[in-house]
C-alpha cells in the first residue's frame, strides 16, 4: 500500500539557517503530494502541493520539488524564522479520497 | 469563509466512558474525513463520507467507533467504550470534490484515563 517516511526529528536550527526535511514515499499510481504544517495550538494547514513529476510546489518562501525518479519530496527552505516552528507533515493522495501522511518532523528554530 | 470546525477542543474522559466528536466542514463541501493520531506517529485515515454516504471507512479501529453523518453536513464520532489506545488527536478534514485539495480542522485531543 502507499507510504511515506520522513526523516527524523526534532530539527533545531539558528535562525537563517537552512532548512531541508526528507521525504520519500511508496504509492501505485501518480499521487499528488503535499506538505502540511501545524504550529504551535493550531490544526493542519495546508503549505504546498505538487500533482504531477517535476512539478515545484512553493509557499511562504518553502519550495519542495516531486521526484518521480527518486520518489522524494523533500521540503527545503533557504533563511528559517523563529515563526518556522512547527510541526510539518509529508502526504500523498488522494487515493480515493484519503491522504497517506509521514510520522511528522518538529522543527524548532533559535533567535 | 469559515473553515472546517471540531467540538470540543479537548476531552478527558475515563476508560468505558462515551465520547462524541463532532465536525463542521466547509459549508459545500461534499467530502467529509476523519483521521487521527496517536502518540506523536503518523496521521492516520479513519473514514472518508461523500454527503451523507460512507464512501471508506476501511480506516476505522473496531466497532467501537461509530461515524454519522446526517442530513450531508455535519459529522460526529463516536467511541463508546472508550479504552486507552483511543487517546490521541482526531482530526476532521473536508474538499470539495476528492480530488481536492483537504482542508483541516484544529482536532480534538482525546485523553482517555
Known amino acids: 500500500g502507499d507510504s511515506v517516511t520522513q526523516m527524523e526529528g526534532p530539527v533545531t536550527l539558528s535562525e537563517e539557517a537552512f532548512l531541508t526535511i526528507n521525504c520519500t514515499y511508496t504509492?501505485?499510481?501518480?499521487?499528488?503530494l503535499f506538505w502540511y504544517v501545524q504550529y504551535p495550538g493550531e490544526g493542519l494547514q495546508l503549505l504546498l502541493k505538487?500533482?504531477?513529476?517535476?512539478d515545484k510546489g512553493s509557499n511562504k518562501g518553502f519550495e519542495a520539488t516531486y521526484r518521480k525518479e527518486t520518489t522524494s519530496f523533500h521540503l527545503e527552505k533557504g533563511s528559517v524564522q523563529v515563526s518556522d516552528s512547527a510541526v510539518y507533515f509529508c502526504?500523498?493522495?488522494?487515493?480515493?479520497?484519503?491522504?497517506?501522511f509521514g510520522q511528522g518532523t518538529i522543527l524548532t528554530v533559535h533567535p | 469563509e469559515a473553515g472546517v470546525t471540531q467540538f470540543p477542543s479537548h476531552s478527558v474522559i475515563e476508560k468505558g466512558q462515551t465520547v462524541t466528536l463532532r465536525c463542521d466542514p466547509i459549508?459545500?463541501?461534499?467530502?467529509l474525513y476523519w483521521y487521527r493520531r496517536v502518540m506523536g506517529k503518523e496521521i492516520k485515515f479513519l473514514l472518508h463520507?461523500?454527503?451523507?454516504?460512507?464512501?471508506?471507512e476501511s480506516g476505522m479501529p473496531n466497532n467501537r467507533f461509530l461515524a454519522e453523518r446526517t442530513g450531508g453536513t455535519y459529522s460526529t464520532l463516536k467511541v463508546q467504550p472508550a479504552e486507552l489506545e483511543d487517546s490521541g488527536v482526531y482530526f476532521c478534514?473536508?474538499?470539495?470534490?476528492?480530488?481536492?485539495?483537504?482542508?483541516f480542522g484544529p482536532g480534538t485531543r482525546l485523553t482517555v484515563l
Open positions: 504509492a501505485t499510481g501518480y499521487p499528488s
Open positions: 459549508s459545500g463541501h461534499d467530502n
Open positions: 505538487a500533482t504531477k513529476a517535476d
Open positions: 478534514a473536508s474538499s470539495q470534490e476528492v480530488v481536492n485539495t483537504q482542508y
Open positions: 502526504a500523498l493522495g488522494p487515493s480515493y479520497g484519503k491522504l497517506t
Open positions: 463520507f461523500v454527503k451523507e454516504s460512507k464512501q471508506d
